[in-house]
């Protein structure tokens, strides 16, 4: 790679548009990410085209979503959800596969990856996850 390329560069308006969708189907595939998928709607398509969005701009492409939406903030929107350690790593696990779903090259893996976990832990609004009731004696948690 030569100095100064871009995610948005190596992968391309459609290559991020697939790492997106390669996001949420991995979200909505692995039982490992059960508790965020239920964060989410049960269509995801307008959220997949968001996060495309925001990952165009976010990558050194357009401000798409800047264009669309507004200003970009991460915490805001997520704020009314319980995002632990938990949700963080399930998060950060769909990233992944969907980075090797989408086979983007070991460069931008490696550009990402430290990116990406700051992003994680940014959303996250709380020092643990809550745990899921399994007490049929206990009607409320957390």
């Known amino acids: 790679m030569s100095a100064g390329n871009t995610p948005y560069q190596l992968l391309g308006a459609d290559g991020i548009r697939q790492l997106a969708h390669a996001f949420y189907d991995a979200m909505d595939e692995l039982p490992e990410a ?5 964060m989410h ?3 995801l398509d307008s ?3 968001k996060l495309t969005d925001y990952l165009t701009g976010w990558m050194g492409g ?3 979503y800047h264009e669309k939406h507004g200003t970009v903030c991460l ?3 997520h704020a009314a959800y319980a995002i632990g350690p938990e949700e963080r790593d399930q ?4 990233f992944d596969k969907a980075l090797d779903k989408v086979e983007v090259s070991e460069e931008v893996k490696q550009m990402l990856h430290g990116p990406i976990r700051q992003i994680a832990r940014a959303v996250q609004n709380r020092e643990e996850s809550i ?3 399994t007490d049929p004696n206990v009607i409320a948690v957390g």
């Open 34 to 38: 059960e508790r965020i998928r239920h």
């Open 41 to 43: 709607g049960k269509n």
């Open 47 to 49: 959220i997949k085209d």
């Open 131 to 133: 745990k899921e009731n």
């Open 62 to 64: 357009p401000p798409v």
């Open 75 to 77: 915490t805001e929107p």
């Open 91 to 94: 998060w950060v696990l769909c």
